[in-house]
């Protein structure tokens, strides 16, 4: 069954999108954390980070270097951002098909830490 972002991917639900390649979807999260939250999405099905494979490099790739050009254009590159990904239940990840969080826009604060 194809996942919300895949859905979104093909256009098969509404979302704000904001930047898009061919390897690489971002748009606006539902339930921003931040005033900037952006989700960055492989348009290739990987459903966590324990499933990435080296033939997926140019999908990393590609996301990482979305977030850069889209914290350019958000004006949030020179204050700063914070990338995070969740894996599996217990790191906090709901939508099992790869993604970035770029949160944004003002200061972030401490992140958990053990």
């Known amino acids: 069954m194809a996942t919300i ?3 979104i991917i ?8 904001i930047f898009e390649n061919d390897k690489v979807i971002a748009f606006k999260d539902i339930n921003p954390q931040a005033p900037i939250h952006i989700l960055v999405v ?3 099905e990987i459903p966590t980070l324990n499933d990435i494979t080296a033939e997926d490099s140019e999908y990393l790739t ?3 270097l979305a977030i850069k050009d889209i914290a350019k254009d958000l004006n949030i590159s020179e204050d700063g951002y914070r990338v995070i990904a969740n894996c599996n239940t217990h790191g906090g990840q709901e939508v099992f098909h790869l993604h970035f969080h770029l949160l944004g826009g003002q200061h972030l604060g401490p992140m958990l830490s053990i």
Do not use: G
């Not at 093909?10 to 999108?17: F, K, V």
């Open 5 to 7: 972002f895949t859905k």
């Open 10 to 17: 093909n256009r098969e639900i509404p979302a704000s999108i």
């Open 42 to 44: 492989p348009k290739k």
């Open 62 to 64: 590609a996301m990482y």
